[in-house]
């Protein structure tokens, strides 16, 4: 007979308490804890923060418990322009990051050609600039199950393979 034992060491863990425990049910997903909700669930100084950084009413919503017990809020929708926008906030309303999709003229040159030193050919299927605490990255979506986020002053690639469902 074997006896097997484990424990878990869970260092410098983090918990924030979630606003309605009894209605909101979240799933693991890699790098944190994410459940879509509805818009009725966000909180008003997270749709107030939203609507003014965007100009745009958002259309669906995801919750998420990031690794350290961090709450953040994804909304996401339309601006007046037809394109795309995901923004991050926390509970308070203070926003974390904006993700808009762009026209390719809105790319810097310098951003180009950063990528184009990593893959010459690259066929592009969208543009976004994401501002992250005051910061601009460039996401560049390739038809070649990768995308690129290259920082403004092209300092910083990072490329990423698509997830597929």
Not at 85 to 112: C, K, L
Request: hydrophobic share 40%; aromatic share 8%; glycine share 6%.
């Amino acid at each position: 007979m074997a006896i097997l034992a484990s424990s878990i060491n869970l260092g410098d863990t983090k918990a924030q308490s979630i606003p309605n425990p009894k209605t909101i049910l979240l799933a693991q997903t890699f790098g944190g804890i994410e459940r879509e909700i509805s818009l009725d669930e966000v909180p008003l100084p997270v749709m107030a923060a939203v609507r003014t950084v965007t100009g745009a009413e958002p259309t669906a919503a995801n919750i998420e418990m990031k690794p350290d017990g961090s709450i953040v809020y994804e909304l996401r929708g339309q601006n007046q322009q037809g394109f795309e926008f995901w923004a991050d906030a926390t509970p308070n309303g203070q926003i974390v990051e904006v993700d808009e999709e762009i026209e390719r003229s809105a790319v810097p040159e310098d951003v180009i050609k950063a990528l184009k030193r990593w893959e010459p050919n690259a066929s592009i299927v969208s543009t976004w600039r994401s501002t992250r605490l005051g910061e601009f990255v460039y996401e560049i979506v390739l038809d070649n199950d990768f995308w690129f986020e290259i920082t403004a002053d092209t300092k910083q690639i990072t490329i990423h393979r698509l997830q597929r469902s």
